[in-house]
């Protein structure tokens, strides 16, 4: 059975540019996750998807960021315009009911890099 | 301060150690704990859970005091595949899947 998959692995823009994250949850997996850790510091909460509605986008840190789950399957995460401190590593993760951290799933990650 | 705290460490252990991580929370409210591990540049992926009554996976051993609000890991006989950052990582009430993560402590063993 295939795990979340993200893509790009890695993505290196400039300051103000546009970058959007794919994420591919598990199949059958209706709650979907984005998470995300900036240097040095601790791995975030984002937002969470039931199907293709927000759940919760407590944790997006302001409106260049764009999260969207069209039709319930795979999401994306767009950022526009970067900033500096938007680098990081973007996580993307899935559970197939709304449950405890023992169903999540988190694929590999995204490396965002904004010079 | 931060809701999940652990030390970062590094702790630079041989092989064959006994090696013990803390982690407190300040979320009187919280409901479930997890140790994840972390390899370098890979995905957290869940190591064990962490019950009040304590838990046992082979060589690691989890502990939770509610009263506290403290969590811990034991790893006896570490390996060198231990070698990982080992997030502790707390579930608010609800179980919503929004995981509250600290920041990690990392472990090193050397032959």
């Known amino acids: 059975e295939a795990g979340v998959t993200q893509f790009p692995s890695h993505s290196v823009i400039e300051k103000g540019q546009t970058v959007t994250l794919r994420c591919d949850p598990i199949?059958?997996?209706?709650?979907l996750y984005w998470y995300r850790r900036v240097m040095g510091k601790e791995i975030k909460f984002l937002l969470h998807?039931?199907?293709?509605?927000?759940?919760?986008e407590s944790g997006m840190p302001n409106n260049r960021f764009l999260a969207e789950r069209t039709g319930g399957t795979y999401s994306t995460l767009k950022v526009q315009p970067a900033e500096l401190e938007d680098s990081g590593v973007y996580f993307c993760?899935?559970?197939?009911?709304?449950?405890?951290?023992?169903?999540?799933?988190f694929g590999s990650g995204t490396q965002l890099s904004v010079l | 301060r931060k809701e999940v705290e652990q030390d970062p460490g590094p702790f630079n252990v041989p092989e064959g150690a006994t090696v013990a991580f803390n982690c407190t929370y300040s979320?009187?409210?919280?409901?479930?704990f997890f140790w994840y591990r972390q390899d370098c540049r890979k995905e957290p992926k869940l190591l064990m859970s962490?019950?009040?009554s304590g838990n046992e996976d082979g060589r690691f051993t989890a502990q939770l005091n509610r009263a506290s609000q403290y969590i811990s890991l034991l790893i006896r006989d570490s390996k060198l595949s231990d070698s990982a950052t080992y997030l502790c990582?707390?579930?608010?009430?609800?179980?919503?899947?929004?995981?509250?993560f600290g920041q990690g402590t990392t472990l090193q063993v050397k032959p």
């Open positions: 993760a899935s559970s197939q009911e709304i449950g405890s951290g023992e169903k999540l799933f």
């Open positions: 199949s059958g997996h209706d709650n």
């Open positions: 998807f039931v199907k293709e509605s927000k759940q919760d």
């Open positions: 979320n009187s409210a919280s409901q479930s």
């Open positions: 962490v019950y009040s």
């Open positions: 990582v707390v579930n608010r009430a609800g179980n919503t899947g929004k995981l509250i």
